[in-house]
Nanobody
Framework: QVQLKESGGGLVQAGGSLRLSCTTP????????VGWFRQAAGQEREFVAR????????DYADSVKGRFTISRDNDKKTVHLQMRSLRPEDAAVYYC?????????????????WGQGTQVTVSS
């Protein structure tokens, strides 16, 4: 069983930055695609960004493109989501997830393992 744990959430003013981290205690991200998703209150969980197992492939939702950057450090078993120019509409619980296989995906149903989430609040 792969365990994922997010950290780095918090309260930030609009225009500010946060860096989220996803770790896999006792495990490894080697060979796994990792995605970030978010879920705002009363809304469905949505895709934010993903990174391929080799780090050569990244993909972003249009709403965050140019503001968020996903990266991974397989040696440190960590995937980061650097978030800049945050907006109130970015406020949500952010989840990381992982999946094996040849291809990444934007569909949350394709992910096998999930963390518990970390809250991001953006004040206007």
């Amino acid at each position: 069983q792969v365990q994922l744990k997010e950290s780095g959430g918090g309260l930030v003013q609009a225009g500010g930055s946060l860096r989220l981290s996803c770790t896999t205690p006792g495990g490894s991200f080697n060979g796994y695609h990792v995605g970030w998703f978010r879920q705002a209150a009363g809304q469905e969980r949505e895709f934010v960004a993903r990174i391929g197992w080799s780090s050569s492939t990244t993909d972003y939702a249009d709403s965050v493109k140019g503001r968020f950057t996903i990266s991974r450090d397989n040696d440190k078993k960590t995937v980061h989501l650097q978030m800049r120019s945050l907006r109130p509409e970015d406020a949500a619980v952010y989840y990381c997830a992982s999946r094996s296989g040849l291809y990444g995906s934007r569909d949350l149903r394709d992910y096998d393992y999930w963390g518990q989430g970390t809250q991001v609040t953006v004040s206007s």
